[in-house]
C-alpha cells in the first residue's frame, strides 16, 4: 500500500484525516508511536480507522453457499418480498455457477458516495463484486446480517451487452415483519450517504486476499 507525502495533501483533506483518526480513537502520541514503529500491523489500524467503513461479525464465519449463478434479484420475488426495483431486469443474466465461499460486512461510518464507500477497500472494484444469484443466497440465508430500515450494500455488474454496462450497487432493506426490499443504483450516482444512516457492505472474502 503506497501512502502519498504529507506535504501533497491539502489543507481540507488533512483535517478530514485528523477528524477520522480523532474518531477512530488515534491521539496525537498513539499516531506518532505508529510512525516510528515498523510494526506493519499497527499502520494497518491506522488505515482501517481513516477510512469510512468498520468491520462487523469479525468472529462469526459468513458462508455463502454454492450456487448455479441462475437465480435474479428481479426473479426472486420470494426472498425479496416486500418490493424490487424493476431495472433489475436490465443488468441481470446467468453468469454461471459459483463456489462456496466467506463474505465479510461492513458498517460505514463516515459521510460518502457510493464510489467512495467501494474505495474504502483499497482493491479494484472488479474484486468486490458478487453473482446476483449469490446476492439472493445471502440475503436468504444471512437476513440477520443485513441492515434493518437502512440499506446493505452489494455491488454488481451489469450484464455484457447492456448499453449501461458498468457497476451498479444493489441496495437491500429489511423492512418491519422481515420484508424485504431491493432497489438499484449506478456505482457513480453522486448522492452522499450521511454517516448516521450507518449503512451496511457486504463484500467477498477473496476481494482481501
Not at 495533501?9 to 506518532?32: T, Y
Not at 488505515?47 to 437465480?71: D, H, N, P, Q, W
Not at 445471502?138 to 440477520?144: F, G, V
Amino acid at each position: 500500500m503506497s501512502v502519498p507525502c504529507v506535504c501533497d495533501i491539502s489543507c481540507g483533506r488533512m483535517h478530514e484525516f485528523a477528524l477520522a483518526l480523532d474518531r477512530g480513537g488515534f491521539d496525537a502520541q498513539m499516531v506518532q508511536e505508529i510512525i516510528n514503529s515498523p510494526d506493519s500491523v499497527m499502520a494497518k489500524k491506522m488505515f482501517m480507522a481513516i477510512r469510512r467503513v468498520t468491520r462487523l461479525y469479525e468472529r462469526y464465519k459468513i458462508v455463502v453457499g454454492k450456487t448455479s449463478g441462475t437465480r435474479t434479484i428481479a426473479g426472486s420475488s420470494d426472498v425479496f418480498n416486500g418490493h424490487i426495483d424493476p431495472a433489475f431486469a436490465k443488468l441481470e443474466g446467468d453468469r454461471g455457477p459459483t463456489k462456496e465461499e466467506e463474505a465479510e460486512v461492513y458498517e460505514v461510518r463516515g459521510d460518502a458516495t457510493f464510489v467512495q464507500i467501494f474505495d474504502s477497500f483499497g482493491v479494484d472494484h472488479g474484486r468486490l463484486i458478487w453473482n446476483p444469484d449469490q446476492i439472493v443466497e445471502i440475503c436468504k440465508s444471512h437476513q440477520d446480517k443485513l441492515r434493518e430500515n437502512e440499506g446493505t450494500l452489494f455491488l454488481l455488474l451489469a450484464k455484457t451487452g447492456e448499453a449501461e454496462y458498468g457497476y451498479f450497487v444493489a441496495t437491500v432493506h429489511v423492512m418491519d415483519g422481515g420484508l424485504l426490499r431491493a432497489y438499484v443504483e449506478r456505482l457513480d450516482y453522486s448522492y452522499v450517504w450521511g454517516r448516521q444512516r450507518l449503512l451496511r457492505v457486504v463484500i467477498p472474502q477473496r476481494s482481501r486476499t
